[in-house]
């Protein structure tokens, strides 16, 4: 009897094991029915073109023959391309880790669903991948993860060491922020070009020192001066104004380098009083910074001596 019982035990057992198996297999309508080991297989050289979507925003990174450009809603502009390869170098970073879920009604939480990024990225017409990044959370002080998933997918993964926010779909992140870089010790002269009788002329000698209209300048002022604007940048565009309707320049700058072309900054004053500003080296930025509008274009005595 001992043996009978001990057998249906086993058969019903065996039973029970086959009906959970069969319901979760039939009960997960999900297209993937296992944990992936990769996410994202990508070749960055062969990449054509990147589009990102968040918040109703859409952005376009497309690679061109000499770099790459980004598209907003209605204008293109040059993209740095490094910019550029450091979002494709992150992406390359995700990795799956635990599953969060497979649940479609939990995408939400992790915002995994419309509120999370989408990221699409084409080898010509091939799209190679389609991943929504989601919720950025913090492990500790040191420790982040990023919720993801991918686009035809049901499961949520973990991806350790991802932010999403790396991805962005601002426009201005991708551009040429800098406005001019250049060698200070290079630097021959500067004329500053402004309204009537205010212009004047930096100029260094060939001792090495420098003068205003040939008359001494505070050599540490105009040290400071030179530091301040050997690298401007800025994320504040006018991409709203063509300067060239605002007639000529207000205030201009222009720096002779030796053995180089010289740089030119121009300031136009708009109808609402604020400034936008242009540079020789970076035709594709009109900047409207009112921070840039002061270290440039000093007045004739800030570089004379404190005696003078």
Do not use: C
Request: glycine residues 6%; aromatic residues 10%.
């Amino acid at each position: 009897m001992k043996k009978v019982t001990t057998l249906r035990l086993v058969i019903l057992l065996s039973i029970l094991l086959l009906i959970y198996a069969g319901t979760v297999f039939f009960s997960n309508t999900g297209r993937s029915k296992s944990l992936r080991e990769v996410l994202v297989n990508i070749d960055a050289t062969k990449v054509t073109r990147v589009r990102i979507t968040h918040d109703g925003i859409i952005i376009t990174l497309s690679r061109v023959v000499d770099g790459w450009e980004v598209s907003g809603a209605e204008n293109t502009y040059t993209a740095v391309e490094s910019r550029v390869n450091n979002v494709l170098s992150n992406l390359q970073t995700i990795k799956p880790g635990r599953m969060a879920t497979r649940n479609p009604g939990k995408w939400k939480e992790f915002q995994v669903d419309t509120t999370g990024i989408r990221v699409e990225i084409f080898e010509d017409k091939d799209k190679t991948l389609d991943i929504v990044l989601g919720r950025f959370g913090m492990q500790g002080q040191q420790r982040f993860h990023t919720y993801v998933r991918l686009f035809e997918d049901d499961e949520v993964y973990v991806a350790n060491n991802f932010m999403s926010f790396s991805v962005t779909t601002n426009v201005s992140s991708y551009r040429n922020q800098a406005l001019v870089e250049f060698q200070r010790d290079s630097v021959e002269s500067i004329q500053l070009i402004y309204p009537e009788d205010s212009s004047f002329h930096l100029i260094r000698s060939l001792d090495g020192k420098w003068l205003v209209d040939n008359a001494p300048a505070d050599s540490a002022e105009t040290a400071r001066y030179l530091n301040s604007i050997s690298i401007l940048s800025s994320s504040k565009f006018d991409n709203e104004t063509d300067p060239e309707t605002l007639g000529e320049p207000v205030f201009k700058v222009i720096i002779n380098i030796m053995n180089e072309d010289p740089i030119e900054i121009r300031a136009w004053l708009k109808p609402d009083s604020t400034f936008v500003i242009t540079s020789s080296q970076n035709i594709d930025g009109v900047f409207s910074d009112i921070s840039l509008t002061g270290k440039i274009f000093k007045p004739k005595y800030g570089f004379l001596p404190a005696d003078e």
